[in-house]
């Protein structure tokens, strides 16, 4: 239960936390281990006539991305099964992998700037246009780590949305930048769900259409929610300043 959890929890797809909670059950000789995984939960049942029944249910009210734990868990499952670990030192190991710290906020922050400085570059953007969302990506994401915690998904991506718009259309007019379309894609791809999107494609590819269509939902969501923020900083400014300075 404990390595399906830190999987579905952590960003994995369906398959892989059924295949990963049925090759453990079979390695430590529990022959009639039935799961079904939802996105947010987790069934185990297991019994016969010659084992006895255990049942145990999880839920997992929200995903973070963390694909070092599903990694590690992915990789933690193989080792069980090749070098036969104790059920003892698979426990310490998944606690271990529990444990494992995030890398520095600061670290994030500055990856999340070069992430958006690239994206621009892709779209076309000059390198003022660049140098405007590098800096708009440092201050969206430690909003994002500092501010959106306590915040609902909607909300926290509704302010992010809006708090991206601004910030570009000051980089815009204050000469900085010189084309407002690279600016607004190239940070707006900061706050793109594509984990929970491509999972959920994947899901519904390998037949698991509830978990599917759930994490495309709360894609759809998100995408809808940065459009709003994003859109509604524009609608204002287009009728205060009436498109003028665009």
């Known amino acids: 239960m404990r390595a399906g959890r830190l999987l579905l929890e952590n960003g994995a797809e369906i398959f892989r936390v059924e295949e990963t909670i049925q090759r453990i059950c079979r390695h430590y000789g529990v022959r009639s281990a039935s799961t079904f995984v939802l996105s947010n939960g987790i069934f185990i049942m297991a019994g016969s006539e010659d ?15 963390r694909l070092d734990k599903v990694t590690a868990v992915n990789q933690l499952s193989r080792e069980i099964e090749e070098k036969h670990y104790p059920l003892e030192t698979a426990k310490k190991r998944l606690e271990e992998i529990e444990g494992m710290p995030e890398r520095p906020k600061a670290v994030r922050i500055l990856v999340a700037g070069m992430a958006c400085a690239c994206f621009c570059f892709i779209f076309g953007g000059s390198p003022g246009d660049m140098l405007s969302d590098f800096f708009t990506g440092l201050l969206v994401y430690a909003f994002i780590l500092t501010v959106c915690g306590g915040l609902s998904k909607i909300t926290a991506n ?89």
């Open 51 to 65: 084992e006895p029944y255990y049942s145990a249910v999880r839920h997992l009210p929200s995903w973070v991305n």
């Open 158 to 246: 509704v302010l992010s949305g809006a708090l991206i718009a601004i910030c570009c259309l000051i980089f815009y007019h204050s000469g900085i930048g010189e084309n407002l379309r690279p600016l607004i894609m190239g940070t707006i791809l900061l706050l793109v769900p594509g984990l929970p999107f491509t999972n959920g494609i994947r899901d519904l590819a390998d037949g698991d259409y509830i978990s599917g269509a759930v994490r495309l939902l709360d894609a759809v969501l998100v995408f809808m929610s940065v459009g709003a923020g994003a859109g509604a900083v524009f609608l204002a400014y287009h009728h205060l300043f009436g498109g003028v300075l665009l």
